[in-house]
Every structure is written in structure tokens, then in C-alpha cells.
């Protein structure tokens, strides 16, 4: 049949993701699970106390996205090793760590990166130093909270000149987890802005001054960041040889990020930080919103607390299209004064407007934690839930940890991997972590993965109005439907989500191992 000009067909509109509505069916149409999800969900009640099987299984489960993932931390310690043997750099066996320059004769302890692999022992010491494998605490390293946070002052000589692999390493590792959306913290441009903060003081915490102050020096803090991150990512689509035949699976993985500000430079340093951030998450599509990193129990961490939470709230004011995920709540009695757990979470929900919570560990001991929590649950204040970061750098784990208090009250969560490869773990281990320890079913499985699309900072609205597809799909083929899906990315993927839980679905319902 010839069109008449002018005519728009149903596959003319969603050319990209029709096959993906059309696998989606039964799914968008029917409200109820299919055969295919229901003889999933016996599957995995049958097999969720046998370790292997149950393996196997989470390892294809589809998780839809990781929100809280610090590009630095993603990478294991082989890696970092191998870059500092390409770029030619010593590592120090005394000091645990890669050096920026060449071996100097004599030293006692270096050694050129480049031996290592035929150095057995001096490999495992420095793998041990620059990240969390086999750690054991010991008269020297007796915290797993310290060595956490030193390995990346460990491995930095070779952070600035690894970027594009970095990223390569990360997305395809989501799609090793089956992950479609990953949302990663980096901080590009980081040193030009540190610089600027120096040569403007916060004079008397005037933020609004210091914002003015800052006007003609925003437009390049912003420029250097994105070009860094136009470099980044040129080298790792060509590292992972993206639009070739011989694509890496991480190509598939739809990025965006978080512009991470370090929390423990001074005041004027972290403004300025957030000032460029702001202004770049503002102009740059890819940023979608700001986080804060650096132990939230350092000394000016906690003294600074309040000022940053008001940072926050001024540039939120004067940008409000940019999202917040704040870290708070990342903190134990035995790691500060209870004075300093009362209002942490609290402060950055109701001062700064944080829309999700990363780790919210010390919930129980915040003040009046009851009505936080339903406050929480009210405005649908997720919580990025990282299991394996908190064992090993707080020791909260198992049936002490809060995953189940905020499901119990209602507080949306996703699961995250916070830093994977120095905790050596995945998204994969975070969801067995999780099963390990709680009465999770598979329908609960689900909501994880889907909440971790619905609360991801992706424009555009969501497919999901509650527990429900929104209205305007209730008939998939439809012309407002397809409308709806071209004007919003979020919905898309959240489809493709579908579309892989439908495929999963019918793999595992059919497969004998299972049986």
C-alpha cells in the first residue's frame, strides 16, 4: 500500500525499539504474570537454597541499572597493575602502591611494573594492597575501612591516562551482569576546579558571592570537563570497537553520569566543585545529576556537613532541572559520636533535596528514624543499597544491615555495587549477598531491577504508574503509546527491561537444569 504524504505508520514512529513492544506483549497487555514468569518463580523457590544453581540463575537475571558506581573504584587491581607495566611506572612492595616515575636504582622494595608477572608473591602483595582481596586486618592494617579508602591514593598515578579503558571495563562488565542502564560517578575536569577554588575564598560562606564570583570562570570549568569526558568516552567505544562486527557487549549499555564532588577539600574548593558540576549537568545531557564522594567520617566531612548541605540547596535553587543522590547515612557508632549520626540522612533529604539516598546505613540511629523513614516513603526517596561495600568498610551485614527496615517501611531500593572492583565483588554478588540473608521472592527480585530504572535520574517519564504500565500503553500497539516511548528514554528502557525479563523467563522455564 503507498502512503499518502503526510501519513505516519505505527512502525515509522518506533522503528528502533517496535521489536522490543512487540516481544513485550503479553507482558504490557495482560497486568498479570505470564506462564513463563510463574514457572520462573517456582524455578527459583526449587533452586534458592542450592548455591550453584542459584548462581547460575542470578547471573542471567536481568538487573536493569547500577546507580551507584564510582568509575575509579569499578576497575580491579590486574588492571591498574597492567597499565602502570604499559606506561611504564615502578611499584613500591613497602609502600603497597604504583609510584609516577620509573624505578630509581637501589630502592629497597620497587619493583618495575612490568616484572610483576613473573614476581608470583610481589604481584599478590601489591593486588592485596590495591584493593580488598584477601584482606585481613593485622597490627599494621587493622581496618577494612582504612584500607578501603587508601587503595585509590594507591592506584592514582595511572587513573588520568586510563579513562577510555576504564570505561570500556565497566560497561562491559554491566553487561556481564546484565545491566542496561549504568549510571557512573566521575569527576572530569577536577583539578582546573580545585585551582579556581583556591584563587576564590569563600569569604563569610557568602554562597551567593561566591557563585558571582565564579561567572567568568564557570564557561571553561565546564568546557575542560566535558572535553575530558569526549575523550573518555572516544577511547572506550573505540577500545570496545562499538558500530564494528566485533562490538564489545558493553556497547549496548546506555551511560550516564553523576559529577562527583570531594567533600573534604575546603570550602571553597568544594563549592567551586559544585558550582562547575552544577553548570555541567546543566549543559551536557550525558551528567545527569551530582553526588559527593570521600569518607563521610572524615574530620571535615563532619565539620562541613551543614555548609555543604546548604551548598546543595543554594545551586539546587538556581538549577533545578539537576538531579541529587547525596552519600549519607555511610557511618556507624564505632566510626563517629552518636551526635554525629542524628541528622546526616535527614539533612540531605530535607535540606539539600537529595531524590536518593546512597548507603543510608545509620537509619536506626538518626533522630526520630521512624518518621524519617515514612517521610522517605512519602516523597519516594530511594536508597542505593551497596551489601558487599558495607560489609567490608563498615561491618554492617546479614540481618544487622537496613535493607529490610526500608522495605518493611516502604523506602523504595535498588541494589548497587558502590566500588566493585577494589570490594572485588559485582552486581551479581550484591543480589546473592541479598538473597543470603532475606526472604526476597522473585517477584521481589523484579522490583529491585525495575526500581532501579523507575528511580535512575534517565529523562522522561516512567512506564510504570505504580505497580502498574501507564495508562497509555495498556494498548501496546497504539499510536499513543508509541508516542510515548519515542518521547521518553526512561520508558524505552525500562521496555528493553521487560523484553529481557520475558526472555529470561522463557530460557529458565524451559531449561532441564532447572527442572
Known amino acids: 500500500m ?27 497487555s495482560a497486568q498479570a504474570e505470564t506462564p513463563e514468569a510463574q514457572a520462573t518463580a517456582r524455578v527459583f523457590d526449587h533452586i534458592r537454597s542450592d548455591p550453584t544453581r542459584l548462581t547460575l540463575f542470578m547471573r542471567s537475571f536481568p538487573k536493569g541499572g547500577d546507580l551507584h558506581n564510582h568509575l575509579a573504584g569499578a576497575i580491579p587491581a590486574e588492571s591498574f597493575l597492567d597499565w602502570a607495566s604499559e606506561d611504564g611506572l615502578c611499584a613500591s612492595l613497602s609502600q603497597g602502591r604504583i609510584l609516577p616515575t620509573k624505578c630509581r636504582l637501589a630502592t629497597p622494595g620497587d619493583i618495575p611494573a612490568a616484572q610483576l608477572k613473573a614476581h608470583d608473591e610481589a604481584r599478590a602483595v601489591m593486588i592485596d594492597s590495591l584493593s580488598m582481596h584477601d584482606f585481613v586486618p593485622s597490627a599494621t592494617d587493622r581496618s577494612g575501612h582504612d584500607h578501603f579508602f587508601s587503595t585509590f591514593g594507591r592506584f592514582a598515578p595511572v587513573l588520568a591516562t586510563h579513562q577510555g579503558a576504564m570505561l570500556a571495563q565497566a560497561r562491559d562488565q554491566a553487561a556481564a551482569d546484565h545491566v542496561v542502564y549504568l549510571e557512573l560517578m566521575i569527576s572530569p575536569g577536577l583539578g582546573a576546579m580545585v585551582k579556581a577554588g583556591d584563587q576564590h575564598p569563600l569569604r563569610d560562606l557568602d554562597l551567593a558571592a561566591a557563585h558571582e564570583a565564579l561567572a567568568e570562570e564557570r564557561p571553561r570549568l565546564v568546557a575542560e570537563a566535558r572535553h575530558d569526558t569526549d575523550e573518555m568516552e572516544h577511547d572506550a567505544r573505540d577500545i570496545m570497537q562499538c558500530d ?12 550516564r553520569y553523576l559529577f562527583q564532588a570531594i567533600r573534604t577539600m575546603t570550602p571553597a574548593q568544594v563549592f567551586t566543585q559544585l558550582d562547575a558540576g552544577y553548570q555541567l549537568a546543566h549543559d551536557d545531557k550525558r551528567f545527569v ?23 546543595f540547596a543554594k545551586l539546587g535553587a538556581l538549577y533545578p532541572d539537576v538531579r541529587l543522590s547525596l552519600h549519607a547515612g555511610e557511618l556507624t557508632p564505632a566510626l563517629v559520636p552518636a551526635s554525629g549520626l542524628q541528622s546526616h540522612i535527614r539533612d540531605a533529604v530535607e535540606i539539600a533535596g537529595a531524590e536518593r539516598i546512597g548507603h543510608g546505613v545509620d537509619i536506626l540511629w538518626e533522630k526520630d528514624p521512624i518518621r524519617l523513614l515514612n517521610e522517605m516513603a512519602e516523597r519516594r526517596v530511594a536508597v542505593e543499597i551497596n551489601l558487599t561495600s558495607n560489609a567490608e568498610i563498615l561491618d554492617v551485614s546479614g540481618s544487622a544491615h537496613p535493607l529490610n527496615l526500608y522495605r518493611r517501611a516502604h523506602v523504595p531500593v535498588v541494589l548497587s555495587t558502590d566500588d566493585e572492583g ?43 504508574d505504580g505497580d502498574h504500565i501507564t495508562t497509555l500503553c495498556k494498548a501496546p500497539q497504539s499510536f499513543a503509546c508509541a508516542d510515548f516511548l519515542r518521547k521518553s528514554e526512561k520508558a524505552r528502557l525500562q521496555l528493553q527491561l521487560e523484553q529481557n525479563f520475558a526472555t529470561f523467563e522463557n530460557t529458565i522455564s524451559h531449561a532441564p537444569l532447572f527442572q
Open 2 to 28: 503507498q502512503k499518502r504524504p503526510g501519513f505516519v505508520t505505527f512502525r515509522d514512529m518506533v522503528p528502533r525499539f517496535l521489536p522490543a513492544l512487540l516481544v513485550a506483549f503479553p507482558i504490557l
Open 289 to 311: 545529576g551530582l553526588n559527593f564522594v570521600a569518607p563521610e567520617d572524615n574530620a571535615v566531612a563532619m565539620a562541613d556537613y551543614s555548609l555543604h548541605m546548604q551548598m
Open 244 to 255: 564494528t562486527p566485533a562490538a564489545h557487549p558493553g556497547c549496548a549499555v546506555t551511560v
Open 422 to 464: 577494589v570490594s572485588r565483588s559485582n552486581l551479581t554478588l550484591d543480589y546473592l549477598r541479598a538473597l543470603s540473608t532475606t526472604s526476597l521472592s522473585y517477584a521481589d527480585l523484579k522490583t529491585l531491577s525495575r526500581n532501579s530504572l523507575t528511580y535512575a535520574f534517565i529523562p522522561g517519564t516512567s512506564l510504570w
